[in-house]
């Protein structure tokens, strides 16, 4: 099953590198399984519209969760109902919600858009109870 999952999202790497032309505007994908983020590393660019495919490989649910990023066009997924939506009550969240927040069921794929504001490097973490997956967003 897991062998089939990277497949497919081996190829949707292919399809979107394929696609990703335009220097305007920033691409990435961030596999998530029980142990880690694959990469644990990814560029957006400043001011530039930026895209993330967020790809469940494991076997129980990941999020993926920056709790301030400075954004000009703040974060939307696809699909709407894969985005815990802030104040809904989530027993995960204490405090303020994550500004920057999508969620994928196992086996599925999410999608976010957004415009980051601002250079520097963001932390990004699967904020489920016992889960430690993290990375970094870099916007340059
Ligand atoms: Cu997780």
Known sequence: MHIVRFLSFLIGVVLLAACNANPSSATVSVLADENRFSPARVEVLAGKPATLYFYNIGDQE?????????????AKADPLAAHVMAGMGSPVMTGNPPELHVVAPVGKQAKLT????????????????????KGVLVVR
């Open 114 to 133: 957004f415009i980051p504001a601002k250079a520097g490097e963001y932390i990004f973490q699967c904020i489920l109870p016992g889960h430690t997956e």
């Open 62 to 74: 990941h999020q993926l969760a920056i709790q301030k990023l400075p954004m000009i066009t703040q």
